[in-house]
């Protein structure tokens, strides 16, 4: 069973920075790739970025999104999400999401995904 776990959320200024990690597991092959999404409250989901497993390439389909950086580690089954200059606006809950069905590239729509983890809170205060 594939599971997907989100970490690294909390409380902090804005300006500040954070790292969220997306531990994931039961995969049985490299061909899958993790996106992370956020919904703020009363707003829609809104997909970040995405990575894939397989060769590391990228994809973020907003350019405004630029202060993320997504990146993983294979070997600790693990993707990042880097959050600098964070802002007040950047408040929402963070998820993580594999696509390993399809999986044929990264995809910006989360009906693309099968796994998704629970969240993790983003809170950023002025």
């Known amino acids: 069973e594939v599971q997907v776990v989100e970490s690294g959320g909390g409380l902090v200024q804005a300006g500040g920075s954070l790292r969220l990690s997306c531990t994931v597991s039961g995969?049985?092959?490299?061909?899958?790739?993790?996106?992370?999404?956020?919904?703020?409250?009363?707003?829609?989901?809104?997909?970040?970025?995405?990575?894939?497993?397989?060769d590391g390439t990228t994809f973020s389909p907003d350019p405004k999104m630029a202060r993320f950086t997504i990146s993983s580690d294979n070997a600790r089954n693990t993707v990042f999400l880097q959050i600098n200059n964070l802002e007040p606006e950047?408040?929402?809950?963070?998820?993580?999401?594999?696509?390993?069905?399809?999986?044929?590239?990264?995809?910006r729509y989360g009906s693309s995904?099968?796994?998704?983890?629970?969240?993790?809170?983003?809170?950023v205060s002025s």
């Open 27 to 54: 995969f049985t092959s490299d061909d899958y790739f993790i996106g992370w999404f956020r919904q703020a409250p009363g707003m829609e989901r809104e997909m970040i970025s995405c990575i894939s497993r397989s």
């Open 90 to 107: 950047d408040t929402a809950v963070y998820y993580c999401a594999a696509d390993y069905v399809r999986a044929y590239y990264c995809s």
């Open 113 to 123: 995904y099968d796994a998704w983890g629970k969240g993790t809170q983003v809170t």
